[in-house]
């Protein structure tokens, strides 16, 4: 048992402190404050009064029952909040008894610096039910993370035990991120202007978790959320640089190799742009700790790397050294960077990649490897078919060598293909092709021995004598495809996933009926798109003489998508462009089209509307109307039950829903971001059935207005719990004004007293 020596106060500070308990508790119902009557206040717990500084609820956790050792950094939801409520039945600090306290190891609540033991000092008498939510690093929740345990008067024990992940089945678990300084996160989002999912950085806690996959997992599992710089390097940079610079902070894989043989882990990526190649850098967190008989898996599949779609899938490294402070860079890009050796003769650039290291790890001696590295990679498809003769080249001594040639392939989806291959360590590779590749763009890094061609010539080009003759000379591919769009062209391709829709504008020698234009994404499938209803070259059409007619297509796309590819079929010849999405939305001109071509003969007075795509989910159990302080919030669900009611806690950042009749199920939900949001879309879900769990969720849709969940509902639960980074606050605008009006008074008080 803890003590601390009571605050000794003058009489006219007793009447002050009164008088704010008065005006704060008519105002407010529940705020947080300094002292009352000798009971002292958590900092930002609002609503929390203590009763004593002598009572203490301590939670042992342990990283396993067979493995008594404490863990740390897990985070605990106490219920009911320990300092939301006094002895006194009839105080009015009562109405908010069954608000959740969320604790985590060594957070500002937690009164014991040792890692693995929390203690809450000054806890109120009651009964509390203790849940962990989040593990430590490498461990997952038990079966029961809950605890319990009573105070009435004396020091209370509770304690929890983990368990070392169990990957036998398809699980997976997370390594929650580290704790950043303010002088880190300033780095972070000032100097490399980093973002998540498209949306800036505003904290220090919203950076992603690491995973933990099962072996079979590596290339299924959705991997961690990426972090974006907008700050470019150099190409060449080395590792330490990259990180240092851009405040990318350390990581705490597993430790425990013995257990977890079968497991790798994924850290997030951190992604920079290279300067002026158009390729990126990406970038793991810096490991404090390797073991031997760990996997390291990069994912890099749902990056943008500066190309038309993710060249790099995955590079798994199964460690057989220990290290420490270990980093990785991997700079990715469709070109050779000036320097290096030109392309083996009778192929073309399929790849170029360079990793990197920092630590005292040498990633270029095959020793510190178990087995040979792998390394996944994509390629466009020519035509139908796979590129033949793919080909890895190992850079040493200014000449690329050969390491494996004609790579067997797997027929990704309609437009791209995966190879795997093992190699002996890391340095610089290049991947060739046999034959070019339709549909690519055409700039200088397509061909590095011909930067006479750059990107920028191609825009606006007339394709004089001169020109076509070099073409033809040392560009046969690109020839082809300027004869085939003289029947047949892609002329824009835009998107927009605030609508969830792309707009194609193509042009032909035929009738609009030959087209057929589609559009295959990574997330979206396959969609046929259709004529636009209404068309901005009708005039045009009519007129024209010598041109190609233009028609607009339509078709839906998924707002989640990083990639998609337009392919554009008559009854002759195909096209194809793949399009990298940067951004709610955007416009791609392929390399052969001229933006004025567009832009000479729209019809403005036909101008094209896009309809919002019918990407929504049905909804036929209809919208729930909820009210917190006179703001109506509309719910949209379909479940096996009835939603009746809401309630909303502020210091846990979470709305609960009540729920009526639930008989399980899959369910559907649909909620308001104004009403609870989470950077990402990172929430925790819990329901309430007897006790407490949290379970897992799908996101379905997710919007700047809304989201939609999927939840394997069981049968019988009380209540839905979705907590997240932010949610409605009580008073909102009105806090300042009320906290002004409080607080004048008290000023008065204190200068008259004080005179």
């Not at 590749?437 to 006479?452: A, F, L, Q, R, T």
């Amino acid at each position: 048992m803890k003590e601390k020596n009571s605050h000794a106060y003058c009489k006219e500070d007793i009447i002050s402190y009164k008088i704010v308990f008065l005006l704060i508790g008519i105002v407010f119902f529940s705020y947080s404050f300094h002292t009352v009557h000798g009971e002292t206040t958590v900092k930002n717990c609002y609503g929390c009064v203590n009763n004593t500084n002598t009572q203490i609820l301590t939670i042992f956790n342990f990283q396993t029952e067979d493995n008594p050792y404490l863990g740390g950094n897990a985070t605990f939801i106490v219920t009911p909040n320990p300092f939301a409520h006094t002895t006194n039945a009839t105080d009015y600090l009562d109405l908010t008894t069954w608000f959740n306290f969320v604790v985590t190891d060594d957070g500002e609540f937690d009164s014991d610096p040792t890692r693995g033991i929390i203690e809450i000092v000054g806890v109120n008498n009651g009964t509390y039910s203790i849940m962990q939510v989040k593990g430590t690093s490498g461990f997952g929740l038990s079966q029961n993370p809950e605890a319990s345990d009573e105070i009435l008067g004396t020091t209370g024990f509770a304690s929890a035990t983990q368990s070392f992940v169990n990957f036998t089945e398809t699980s997976s678990a997370t390594v929650e991120p580290p704790h950043i300084d303010d002088k880190m996160f300033d780095k972070l989002k000032n100097t490399g202007g980093a973002k998540i999912n498209g949306v800036t950085i505003s904290g220090a806690n919203d950076l992603p978790a690491a995973k933990i996959v099962t072996k079979s997992q590596i290339l299924t599992a959705t991997p961690p959320s990426n972090v974006v710089f907008t700050k470019s390097f150099s190409s060449g940079a080395s590792t330490s640089t990259l990180i240092s610079t851009l405040g990318i902070p350390t990581y705490s894989p597993p430790t425990d190799t013995t257990s977890n043989t079968g497991t790798a882990f994924m850290p997030p990526v951190f992604v920079a742009p290279v300067d002026n190649s158009g390729g990126k850098y990406i970038i793991t967190p810096k490991m404090d700790s390797v073991k031997s008989g760990s996997n390291i898996v990069i994912r890099a599949d749902h990056v943008d790397q500066g190309t038309d779609y993710p060249l790099l899938k995955a590079i798994k490294l199964p460690m057989n050294t220990d290290g420490s402070n270990v980093g990785i860079s991997t700079q990715v890009s469709n070109s050779i960077p000036s320097g290096m050796p030109s392309v083996p003769t009778g192929g073309f650039v399929g790849m170029y990649l360079s990793v990197k290291t920092s630590g005292d790890i040498d990633f270029s001696d095959s020793s510190v490897y178990s087995e040979k590295p792998t390394v996944t990679f994509s390629l466009e498809k020519v035509g139908s078919s796979c590129p033949i003769n793919v080909s890895l080249y190992l850079e040493e001594g200014g000449h690329w060598h050969s390491v494996s040639t004609d790579i067997s392939s797997t027929s990704t989806d309609a437009y791209t293909c995966t190879y795997s291959v093992s190699v002996n360590h890391f340095s610089s590779y290049l991947v060739t092709t046999g034959n070019a590749i339709v549909g690519h763009d055409h700039d200088s890094s397509s061909h590095n021995s011909h930067n006479s061609h750059d990107s920028s010539e191609h825009e606006g080009h007339t394709h004089d004598a001169m020109m076509m003759h070099d073409m033809t000379e040392e560009h046969p591919f690109e020839m082809a495809i300027l004869e085939i769009t003289k029947q047949l062209k892609i002329y824009e391709i835009h998107y927009s996933l605030e609508t969830g829709t792309a707009r194609v504008i193509v042009g032909t020698i035929g009738p609009a009926d030959d087209l057929q234009v589609l559009i295959n994404g990574r997330i979206s499938g396959t969609h046929t798109a259709t004529l636009a209803k209404i068309n901005p070259f009708v005039v045009f059409n009519n007129q024209n003489t010598d041109d190609l007619n233009k028609y607009v297509f339509e078709v839906p796309i998924d707002p989640h998508e990083t990639y998609f590819r337009v392919s554009v079929d008559d009854a002759k010849y195909q096209l194809a462009q793949t399009v990298t999405i940067n951004g709610i939305q955007g416009k791609v001109i392929p390399w052969y089209a001229e933006e004025t071509q567009i832009a000479d003969n729209l019809d403005t007075a036909n101008e094209v509307t896009i309809a919002p795509a019918e990407y929504a989910t049905k909804f036929d159990g209809g919208t729930k109307m909820l009210t917190y302080n006179d703001v109506q919030f509309p719910v949209k669900y379909e479940m096996a039950g009835a939603i009746t009611g809401l309630t909303v806690d502020e210091s846990s950042k979470s709305v609960t829903f009540s729920l009526f009749e639930v008989a399980g199920g899959q369910t559907t939900i649909q909620i308001p971001r104004s009403l609870v949001d989470s950077i990402g879309d990172n929430f925790i879900v819990m329901v309430a059935t007897s006790p407490q769990k949290q379970i897992d969720y799908k996101i379905l849709s997710s919007t700047s207005d809304s989201y939609t969940l999927e939840i394997m509902m069981p049968a019988g639960i009380s209540s839905l719990t979705i907590a997240g980074t932010s949610v409605v606050p009580e008073f909102g605008f009105l806090t300042p004004l009320i906290l002004l009006l409080s607080i004048t008074p008290i000023i008065l008080v204190r200068k008259r007293f004080s005179f």
